[in-house]
Structures are given as structure tokens and as C-alpha cells.
């Protein structure tokens, strides 16, 4: 029964970055993204932005704070990205369009830039990404997944040994939403609940709550993030 309901919340996960043009209610979106290459292993090195070190962001929901330590010490790309989006103010209003508790704790998950636009309703989120503004291209950033076997993180690849993860679904972790592409994650990204350990190697950990977990145990489907910045670590951050 256990694994059925991993089962389901996994392909929930997923299905919350559809692929534009395929209905929010989607539960296995079409994949329409260009086929990677297999040469995909530790070629993000120097992908920017980038945390090279510790770094911790102050998120405000329903008034109260949550501090996140972001680690870009094992996961440098993700937290890059996550802290470069919180210094542009991406996150600042931008709503929670899924918390899932029933039938166990699992996610609660936000960051769909697409809440901006108020004539989007929060049933309506879940697909979007950060396009740059200066560019008018989408950032996509790589799967990104630190073993313990290995010096640095591996790049665009799922399915690794869930032993040799370092980063793992601990409760309070924050991680990245993707679509079924590995290399999909852009904005989207979710607290974990409870442990899962299940998605350890196919999603990435970037970092945890230090405080507020029971602000995060809180929030509820609809809450917005009134405020987020970085309070510690921006000299960290490489653009």
C-alpha cells in the first residue's frame, strides 16, 4: 500500500511541470522538449549562476519567517539558481499550488512565476518556468545530484543509488520540481514534508529549513510567499 501511494505522489510531482498546452490536471505530461545528449555528466561546472558556499534565505508565508541554508557546497547550480530567483524577487507574492498531506505528509510545493499574472488561479499553476526578462528565454537548469562516490555532483541523469545520495528528502528539505526531462527545473521548487527517501537520486536537494518547519507543516494550498531574500551568504552567489 506503502509503495502504490509513492507511486502516485511521484507521478504528482511531475505532472505539476506539464509541458505548456497540456491540462493542469495532467498526471503524465507530454514531453516535448528536445532530446538530451548522453553527454551529460559534470559538464554544468561552470554554469552561472552558481552558490559556491553557504548561503541562507528568510521566506515570509502568512507572516512568519522560514530560514532555508541553501548548500552550494554539494549542490553549487541549484542553489545558484534558487538564490539568484529569490535576489530578482521572482518568488515575492507567488503562490503554493500543491500541498499534499493525505493519506502522509508529502509536499508543498510553489514557485510558479506564472502566479504573478492575478488572472491565473492557483488551480491553474503549476506549469510555468523563469524566462529572463532581458533575454525572453526560459532558464532551465541541469538535474543535479551529488553521490558520495563522487567528487562532484552528477549533471542530467535520474535514477542514480539512492544510497550514495548525499542530499537526501529529510523532512524540510527543498528541492526541485521538474518535468519528466531531467534537465527541466526552472522555478518550481518544493519542501518536503517527511522523509522520501524514494525520491533521492531522481530530484534535487539543494538545501533544508533550519527554522520555521512548523510554518512549512502550516501551509496550506493558496498561501503566498509574501517575501523572500537572502540574509546570509550572497557574497557566495556567482552570476
Not at 499550488?97 to 514557485?111: K, L, Y
Not at 553521490?147 to 552528477?154: A, F, R, Y
Not at 520555521?212 to 494550498?221: F, P
Amino acid at each position: 500500500m506503502q509503495r502504490s501511494w509513492q507511486v502516485l505522489w511521484a507521478v504528482l510531482l511531475v505532472g505539476s511541470l506539464a509541458i505548456a498546452g497540456c491540462s493542469p490536471q495532467s498526471k503524465t505530461p507530454e514531453d516535448t522538449t528536445t532530446p538530451e545528449t548522453t553527454a551529460t555528466i559534470n559538464t554544468f561546472a561552470d554554469y552561472t549562476p552558481r552558490l559556491e558556499g553557504m548561503a541562507k534565505v528568510e521566506m515570509i508565508v502568512d507572516g512568519k519567517p522560514i530560514i532555508i541554508e541553501l548548500n552550494g557546497e554539494d549542490a553549487p547550480v541549484t542553489a545558484g539558481n534558487f538564490a539568484d530567483l529569490v535576489e530578482r524577487g521572482v518568488y515575492d507574492g507567488l503562490a503554493f499550488h500543491r500541498v499534499i498531506r493525505d493519506p502522509e505528509p508529502f509536499v508543498a510545493q510553489g514557485g510558479d512565476p506564472m502566479g504573478k499574472d492575478a488572472s491565473v488561479p492557483v488551480s491553474g499553476l503549476g506549469r510555468g518556468g523563469y524566462t529572463d526578462p532581458e533575454t525572453g528565454v526560459r532558464r532551465d537548469v541541469p538535474l543535479e545530484i551529488k553521490l558520495s562516490s563522487q567528487e562532484v555532483p552528477v549533471y542530467g541523469r535520474a535514477q542514480l543509488n539512492p544510497s550514495e545520495v548525499v542530499l537526501k528528502h529529510e523532512k524540510g528539505a527543498i528541492a526541485m520540481a521538474r518535468s519528466q526531462a531531467p534537465n527541466s527545473a526552472s522555478a518550481q521548487f518544493y519542501f518536503s514534508l517527511a522523509e522520501h527517501g524514494f525520491l533521492d537520486g531522481n530530484y534535487a536537494v539543494f538545501g533544508k529549513v533550519v527554522e520555521g518547519m512548523d510554518v512549512v507543516d502550516g501551509i496550506q494550498m493558496g498561501d503566498r510567499i509574501e517575501s523572500a531574500k537572502l540574509i546570509e551568504g550572497a557574497e557566495n552567489l556567482v552570476k
